[in-house]
T-cell receptor, first 112, second 112 residues
Framework: DAGITQSPRYKITETGRQVTLMCHQT?????MFWYRQDLGHGLRLIYY???????DKGEVPDGYVVSRSKTENFPLTLESATRSQTSVYFC???????????FGPGTRLTVL | GENVEQHPSTLSVQEGDSAVIKCTYS??????FPWYKQELGKRPQLIID?????GEKKDQRIAVTLNKTAKHFSLHITETQPEDSAVYFC???????????FGTGTQLKVEL
């Protein structure tokens, strides 16, 4: 589990501010994912990436931007944070054609 | 796309009893079904999984069964212990985008 890390672990910000959540993995997994977890909704996919410079939308992409210039990093940016984006965000990674996903420790984001 | 339904949303059992959580999926192309356990404030962790060419898999006190015809799979926990208390998520994998589709989770409480 130490192979995938997230930072910061906790973040409080204000409405309208830009926030970037970082994700780093050391396994050289091809795929990386961003989820948000809210009570009653389980894990919802925001964006995912199949490789460096290849990203695609998930179930709830609005208000988020991602990039993947290097295989090991997959930052998630909230360009103008809203209160509805208050959530716990999990990054995950997996190998190609392997279903197992390994999760980072999560970032608890509060938007005031 | 794939849709995964999970029941029940909450489950309370006495220590030593068995617990069963059920999931159904919609896409017959799904071929991998993992189960994740998430303790309070922690990341989801893979506890057991099953592939479509297998009907049942056991690992000590936990087991998973798969019925491809009916498109449902279940998690069975025997001799439950207080440390089994957590939220359990099922998921289904079809391969497209290497994505998992998650159920909405079951809060299991094991009472002394």
């Amino acid at each position: 589990d130490a192979g995938i890390t997230q930072s910061p672990r906790y973040k409080i910000t204000e409405t309208g501010r830009q926030v970037t959540l970082m994700c780093h993995q050391t396994w050289s997994h091809s795929y990386m994912f961003w989820y948000r977890q809210d009570l009653g909704h389980g894990l919802r996919l925001i964006y995912y990436s199949a490789a460096a410079d290849i990203t695609d939308k998930g179930e709830v992409p609005d208000g988020y931007v991602v990039s993947r210039s290097k295989t090991e990093n997959f930052p998630l940016t909230l360009e103008s944070a809203t209160r509805s984006q208050t959530s716990v965000y999990f990054c995950a990674s997996s190998e190609l054609d392997r279903g197992e996903q390994f999760f980072g420790p999560g970032t608890r984001l509060t938007v005031l | 796309g794939e849709n995964v339904e999970q029941h029940p949303s909450t489950l309370s059992v006495q220590e030593g009893d068995s617990a069963v959580i059920k999931c159904t999926y919609s896409d017959s192309a799904s071929n991998y079904f993992p189960w994740y356990k998430q303790e309070l404030g922690k990341r989801p962790q893979l506890i057991i999984d099953i592939r479509s060419n297998v009907g049942e898999k056991k690992d000590q006190r936990i087991a998973v069964t798969l019925n491809k015809t009916a498109k449902h799979f279940s998690l069975h926990i025997t001799e439950t212990q207080p440390e089994d208390s957590a939220v359990y998520f099922c998921a289904a994998f079809t391969g497209g985008g290497n994505k998992l589709t998650f159920g909405t989770g079951t809060q299991l409480k094991v009472e002394l």
